[in-house]
């Protein structure tokens, strides 16, 4: 019985708050990085980089609810449009989780490429979600260095994230023993 409760535990922290905790963490750095002039306005995306690795490397089937109130606490810190972030982060994920089963992710080269179109989505659809709000466009510069910027930074972050691989990829064996 202590072994059901331990392993539910187990399951618990990995399925919902280290994901939480750590892309809490990336939505702070993230505003850390508009206190930079050059920067300010379009930090790289710390968030869709850390939920991309949660999905695709570690296998961690993140419920839409944690995406959902992920998505809400990003509009409501960084400020921005309440639901512009959330749905768009709600669509990409559905499109995510549909790319999973097609590619198989073994490379540095192939996590680029499916965070690359990730990325791309994403803002296609707030792009969409920003032009019927406003009946305009938002300035294509700011959106383009984002993405430039987010994708020179997402190599660096998967080797900085390598270590949370192993440590999950240990602790997902126990739990399914």
Known sequence: MQSILSKNISNFLVQYLLPLFICLLAIIIELSLTKISFI????????????FYWIISLK????YW?????G???DVLVGSIPGLMTSSLLISIGFLKLIINRFTFSSYVTYFFGFSL?????NFVKLIGFSMLYFSAPSYEKIIFQLCFSL??????????????????????????
């Open 72 to 74: 809400l606490i990003w």
């Open 40 to 51: 300010a306005e379009v930090p790289p995306s710390f968030l869709l980089m850390i939920i």
């Open 118 to 122: 990730f990325l791309l989505f994403l």
């Open 60 to 63: 961690v089937d993140l419920s």
């Open 66 to 70: 944690l995406i959902f109130l992920l």
């Open 152 to 177: 020179v930074i997402f190599p660096f972050i998967l080797i900085l994230l390598n270590p949370i691989k192993i440590l999950f990829s240990l602790e997902l064996e126990e739990l399914n023993e």
